[in-house]
Nanobody, 120 residues
Framework: QVKLVESGGGLVQPGGSLRLTCAASGNVFTVYDIRWYRQVPGQQRELVSSINTKSIAEYADFVKGRFTISRDNVLNTGYLQMNNLEPGETAVYYC??????????????WGQGTQVTVSS
């Protein structure tokens, strides 16, 4: 069984920073692409950023220059550094990853989400 767990969310003032972590554990052989999404209540989940196994990153236009995605392939962990956060970015942030298990089955997994609240 594979588990993805996000952490690092919380309350931050406008202009502040948070670093989210996404850790894969369990029957993990290889973690391929890692993605971060966010969802505001009543709205569709939107892709924020992604990173492949070679650490090539892509970003949604609305976070370019403020967010940085990274990964540690040894720890099977992804990160999202978020700077200069805005109140409109209050949302639940989800990690999503393509994972090959030790029994050589590949699937896409989701974490449970971590709440980020940007407010003064």
């Amino acid at each position: 069984q594979v588990k993805l767990v996000e952490s690092g969310g919380g309350l931050v003032q406008p202009g502040g920073s948070l670093r989210l972590t996404c850790a894969a554990s369990g029957n993990v052989f290889t973690v391929y692409d890692i993605r971060w999404y966010r969802q505001v209540p009543g709205q569709q989940r939107e892709l924020v950023s992604s990173i492949n196994t070679k650490s090539i990153a892509e970003y949604a236009d609305f976070v370019k220059g403020r967010f940085t995605i990274s990964r540690d392939n040894v720890l099977n962990t992804g990160y999202l550094q978020m700077n200069n956060l805005e109140p409109g970015e209050t949302a639940v942030y989800y990690c999503n990853a393509d994972i090959m298990t030790r029994n050589l089955r590949e699937a896409t997994y989701w974490g449970q989400g971590t709440q980020v609240t940007v407010s003064s």
